[in-house]
């Protein structure tokens, strides 16, 4: 089971990494909006043109939260299928 859930939770970090590298804002807010909104509440910037450091926390916190919400998907995915096999 927690072979599984690594896999996963690296499945969606890589998958939010990959949105990332093609530069996608729209489709990372689409596929990760949880994760979106919080890096958005937790990231500001003055007003000017962001520093590499905020981006670098802004792009960290969307593959953290996409990895933790496959994960998230995962435990539920595992519940519902050990509940329909009893």
């Known amino acids: 089971m927690r072979k599984w859930l690594l896999v996963l939770g690296l499945a969606g970090a890589a998958w939010m990494s990959f949105v990332l590298y093609l530069g996608s804002l729209r489709l990372a807010m689409i596929s990760n909006y949880p994760g979106f909104f919080l890096a958005r509440w937790c990231v500001h910037y003055g007003g000017t ?32 299928a050990r509940r329909f096999s009893k």
Do not use: C, H, Q, R
Not at 64 to 76: A, D, H, K, P
């Open 49 to 80: 043109a962001p520093s590499l450091w905020t981006l670098w926390m802004f792009n960290g916190l969307l593959v953290l939260t996409s990895f933790f919400e496959w994960v998230i998907v995962g435990i539920t995915a595992w519940g519902i």
